[in-house]
Protein backbone atom coordinates (compact mmCIF):
# COMPACT_ATOMS: atom_id res chain seq x y z
CA UNK A 1 0.00 0.00 0.00
CA UNK A 2 1.26 3.87 -0.67
CA UNK A 3 2.66 4.91 2.59
CA UNK A 4 1.76 8.19 4.28
CA UNK A 5 3.85 11.18 2.94
CA UNK A 6 5.75 12.59 5.01
CA UNK A 7 7.65 15.28 3.41
CA UNK A 8 6.65 17.97 1.12
CA UNK A 9 6.49 17.43 -2.41
CA UNK A 10 9.18 18.10 -4.86
CA UNK A 11 10.02 19.68 -8.22
CA UNK A 12 12.94 18.72 -9.87
CA UNK A 13 14.90 21.31 -12.28
CA UNK A 14 17.45 20.97 -14.51
CA UNK A 15 20.31 22.64 -15.28
CA UNK A 16 23.74 22.28 -17.29
CA UNK A 17 23.85 21.29 -20.60
CA UNK A 18 20.84 19.06 -19.97
CA UNK A 19 17.89 19.73 -18.05
CA UNK A 20 15.20 18.47 -16.23
CA UNK A 21 12.78 19.51 -14.08
CA UNK A 22 9.99 17.09 -11.84
CA UNK A 23 7.81 18.68 -10.00
CA UNK A 24 6.36 15.52 -7.89
CA UNK A 25 2.41 13.43 -8.47
CA UNK A 26 -3.74 10.34 -5.30
CA UNK A 27 -6.63 9.69 -6.32
CA UNK A 28 -9.54 8.82 -4.80
CA UNK A 29 -12.12 11.73 -3.22
CA UNK A 30 -9.53 14.48 -2.15
CA UNK A 31 -10.36 14.91 1.47
CA UNK A 32 -10.45 18.24 2.25
CA UNK A 33 -7.25 19.74 4.29
CA UNK A 34 -6.09 22.98 5.56
CA UNK A 35 -2.75 23.46 4.81
CA UNK A 36 -0.50 26.73 4.06
CA UNK A 37 -0.39 27.35 0.16
CA UNK A 38 2.85 26.48 -1.89
CA UNK A 39 4.91 23.10 -1.15
CA UNK A 40 2.66 21.89 1.61
CA UNK A 41 -0.50 22.12 -0.46
CA UNK A 42 0.53 19.85 -3.00
CA UNK A 43 1.70 16.96 -0.35
CA UNK A 44 -0.96 13.96 0.62
CA UNK A 45 -1.69 11.49 2.91
CA UNK A 46 -1.40 8.56 0.51
CA UNK A 47 1.84 9.22 -1.42
CA UNK A 48 5.43 9.17 -0.28
CA UNK A 49 6.27 11.94 -2.61
CA UNK A 50 10.17 12.31 -1.68
CA UNK A 51 10.47 8.45 -2.29
CA UNK A 52 8.56 9.04 -5.81
CA UNK A 53 10.90 11.93 -6.74
CA UNK A 54 14.05 10.67 -5.99
CA UNK A 55 13.19 7.66 -8.22
CA UNK A 56 12.03 9.89 -10.43
CA UNK A 57 15.30 11.87 -10.54
CA UNK A 58 17.01 8.59 -10.51
CA UNK A 59 15.78 7.31 -13.79
CA UNK A 60 15.79 10.93 -15.28
CA UNK A 61 19.20 11.62 -14.46
CA UNK A 62 19.98 7.94 -16.12
CA UNK A 63 18.61 9.52 -19.47
CA UNK A 64 22.11 11.74 -19.25
CA UNK A 65 20.04 14.69 -17.38
CA UNK A 66 21.60 16.94 -14.99
CA UNK A 67 18.25 17.29 -12.37
CA UNK A 68 17.43 19.21 -9.26
CA UNK A 69 14.63 19.22 -7.02
CA UNK A 70 12.86 22.21 -5.70
CA UNK A 71 10.26 21.95 -3.01
CA UNK A 72 8.27 25.11 -4.11
CA UNK A 73 5.98 23.75 -6.66
CA UNK A 74 4.06 26.90 -8.10
CA UNK A 75 7.40 29.12 -8.22
CA UNK A 76 9.11 26.41 -10.19
CA UNK A 77 6.76 25.86 -12.53
CA UNK A 78 6.46 29.88 -13.06
CA UNK A 79 10.13 29.59 -14.03
CA UNK A 80 11.10 27.04 -16.40
CA UNK A 81 13.48 28.76 -17.88
CA UNK A 82 16.67 26.70 -19.33
CA UNK A 83 14.79 23.40 -18.64
CA UNK A 84 14.12 20.39 -21.09
CA UNK A 85 11.85 18.64 -18.98
CA UNK A 86 9.50 18.93 -16.43
CA UNK A 87 7.69 16.15 -14.74
CA UNK A 88 5.11 16.55 -12.41
CA UNK A 89 4.53 14.44 -9.21
CA UNK A 90 2.13 16.34 -7.11
CA UNK A 91 -1.03 15.81 -5.45
CA UNK A 92 -4.22 17.35 -5.05
CA UNK A 93 -4.09 20.85 -2.67
CA UNK A 94 -7.40 20.75 -0.67
CA UNK A 95 -9.10 23.38 -0.11
CA UNK A 96 -8.24 24.62 -3.89
CA UNK A 97 -5.86 26.99 -4.50
CA UNK A 98 -6.79 30.06 -5.68
CA UNK A 99 -7.14 30.77 -9.50
CA UNK A 100 -5.07 33.87 -9.09
CA UNK A 101 -1.97 31.96 -7.44
CA UNK A 102 -1.95 29.43 -10.46
CA UNK A 103 -1.66 32.18 -12.93
CA UNK A 104 2.29 32.44 -12.79
CA UNK A 105 2.33 29.44 -13.36
CA UNK A 106 -0.06 29.21 -16.50
CA UNK A 107 2.53 31.72 -17.82
CA UNK A 108 5.81 29.81 -16.84
CA UNK A 109 4.07 26.42 -18.79
CA UNK A 110 3.21 28.01 -21.41
CA UNK A 111 6.36 29.68 -22.02
CA UNK A 112 8.16 26.34 -21.03
CA UNK A 113 5.53 24.12 -24.17
CA UNK A 114 6.26 27.12 -26.16
CA UNK A 115 9.91 26.91 -26.82
CA UNK A 116 9.94 23.20 -27.05
CA UNK A 117 10.32 22.06 -23.42
CA UNK A 118 9.10 18.48 -22.59
CA UNK A 119 6.41 17.73 -19.36
CA UNK A 120 5.29 14.53 -18.05
CA UNK A 121 2.41 14.50 -15.53
CA UNK A 122 2.66 11.73 -13.05
CA UNK A 123 0.09 9.66 -11.47
CA UNK A 124 -2.01 11.84 -9.04
CA UNK A 125 -0.75 14.69 -10.89
CA UNK A 126 -4.22 14.71 -12.91
CA UNK A 127 -5.92 15.48 -9.76
CA UNK A 128 -3.94 18.49 -8.75
CA UNK A 129 -4.30 22.31 -10.50
CA UNK A 130 -7.84 22.13 -10.44
CA UNK A 131 -8.15 25.83 -10.70
CA UNK A 132 -5.56 26.43 -13.72
CA UNK A 133 -8.34 26.22 -16.40
CA UNK A 134 -5.38 25.24 -19.02
CA UNK A 135 -3.79 22.22 -16.83
CA UNK A 136 -6.22 19.26 -18.61
CA UNK A 137 -5.28 20.61 -21.94
CA UNK A 138 -1.75 20.62 -21.06
CA UNK A 139 -1.52 17.10 -19.25
CA UNK A 140 -3.76 15.98 -21.90
CA UNK A 141 -6.48 14.89 -19.09
CA UNK A 142 -7.85 15.21 -15.95
CA UNK A 143 -9.56 13.08 -13.17
CA UNK A 144 -13.00 14.09 -12.47
CA UNK A 145 -14.38 14.58 -8.74
CA UNK A 146 -16.91 12.26 -8.42
CA UNK A 147 -16.43 9.83 -11.44
CA UNK A 148 -12.62 9.22 -11.83
CA UNK A 149 -11.29 6.07 -9.61
CA UNK A 150 -8.99 3.16 -8.74
CA UNK A 151 -9.71 -0.26 -7.69
CA UNK A 152 -7.33 -0.88 -4.79
CA UNK A 153 -3.04 -1.48 -6.12
CA UNK A 154 -1.99 -4.70 -7.50
CA UNK A 155 -0.66 -6.12 -10.41
CA UNK A 156 -1.99 -5.35 -13.98
CA UNK A 157 -1.71 -5.95 -16.91
CA UNK A 158 -0.83 -2.82 -20.02
CA UNK A 159 -1.80 -3.46 -23.19
CA UNK A 160 0.35 -1.39 -25.80
CA UNK A 161 -1.36 0.35 -28.46
CA UNK A 162 -0.62 0.39 -32.34
CA UNK A 163 0.25 4.05 -31.85
CA UNK A 164 2.94 5.34 -34.38
CA UNK A 165 4.77 6.41 -31.38
CA UNK A 166 8.74 5.73 -30.97
CA UNK A 167 8.69 5.05 -27.20
CA UNK A 168 6.79 1.77 -28.50
CA UNK A 169 9.49 0.93 -30.72
CA UNK A 170 10.77 -2.74 -29.36
CA UNK A 171 8.01 -2.53 -26.25
CA UNK A 172 5.87 -5.32 -25.56
CA UNK A 173 2.26 -5.70 -23.26
CA UNK A 174 3.65 -5.68 -19.83
CA UNK A 175 2.67 -6.47 -15.96
CA UNK A 176 3.02 -3.50 -13.24
CA UNK A 177 1.98 -2.59 -9.93
CA UNK A 178 -0.71 0.25 -9.96
CA UNK A 179 -3.53 1.71 -8.79
CA UNK A 180 -5.08 1.86 -12.07
CA UNK A 181 -6.47 5.16 -12.45
CA UNK A 182 -10.20 4.64 -14.33
CA UNK A 183 -12.68 7.01 -16.17
CA UNK A 184 -10.39 10.04 -16.76
CA UNK A 185 -11.34 12.88 -18.95
CA UNK A 186 -9.08 12.52 -21.86
CA UNK A 187 -8.29 15.81 -24.33
CA UNK A 188 -9.51 14.44 -27.92
CA UNK A 189 -6.12 15.20 -29.47
CA UNK A 190 -4.50 12.58 -26.95
CA UNK A 191 -2.44 9.47 -28.25
CA UNK A 192 -3.32 6.95 -26.03
CA UNK A 193 0.12 4.66 -25.91
CA UNK A 194 -0.80 2.09 -22.94
CA UNK A 195 -4.12 0.85 -21.97
CA UNK A 196 -5.41 -1.61 -18.77
CA UNK A 197 -8.97 -3.19 -18.66
CA UNK A 198 -11.27 -2.86 -15.48
CA UNK A 199 -14.98 -3.15 -15.50
CA UNK A 200 -14.82 -4.65 -18.57
CA UNK A 201 -13.32 -1.76 -20.87
CA UNK A 202 -9.96 -0.45 -22.26
CA UNK A 203 -8.74 2.67 -19.42
CA UNK A 204 -5.75 4.69 -20.50
CA UNK A 205 -2.68 4.39 -18.62
CA UNK A 206 -0.09 5.52 -20.49
Do not use: K
Not at 168 to 183: A, G, N, P, Q, W
Amino acid sequence: RLARAERPPRLLRGRDHHRAALAPADPGPCAPRHVPPTAAAYADPWHDFAQTSARLADIVAASGYSVSISEEVESALADLSGVDLAVVNIGCPRPDRPAEALEPVTVGLTAHLASGGGLLGVHVSSTSLTTMPTWPAVLGGRWVRGTSMHPPQDMVDVYLTRAPHPILTDLTDFEVLDERYSYLELEPDVVVLGEHVYDGRRHPIL
